[in-house]
Nanobody, 124 residues
């Protein structure tokens, strides 16, 4: 089993930055693609970004491309999401997820383990 714990969320103003972290425990996730999703109130969970096991492959939702950067440190079993130029529409609960399947999934169905989420609120 894999446990994922997100941290780094908070309340910021538009234009500010935040860095989210996702720490994995219970089993190494160094061979797993890792993703970030978010869910705003009243909306479905949506894909934000994913990173391959080596960090060499990444993908982003169009809404965050150029503003968010995903990275990972396999020695620390941790994945990060650097969020710059935040907008009010980025307000959501952000979830970290891990996939055992070896590909780079961009839908929630492709993931096997999920964290509890961390709240990000961006005020205008």
């Amino acid at each position: 089993q894999v446990q994922l714990v997100e941290s780094g969320g908070g309340l910021v103003q538009a234009g500010d930055s935040l860095r989210l972290s996702c720490a994995a425990s219970g089993r190494t996730t160094s061979s797993y693609p890792m993703g970030w999703f978010r869910q705003a109130p009243g909306k479905e969970r949506e894909f934000v970004s994913v990173i391959g096991w080596s960090g060499g492959t990444t993908s982003y939702a169009d809404s965050v491309k150029g503003r968010f950067t995903i990275s990972r440190d396999n020695a620390k079993n941790t994945v990060y999401l650097q969020m710059n130029s935040l907008k009010p529409e980025d307000t959501a609960i952000y979830y970290c997820a891990a996939s055992r399947r070896g590909r780079i999934p961009t839908t929630s169905r492709g993931y096997d383990y999920w964290g509890q989420g961390t709240q990000v609120t961006v005020s205008s």
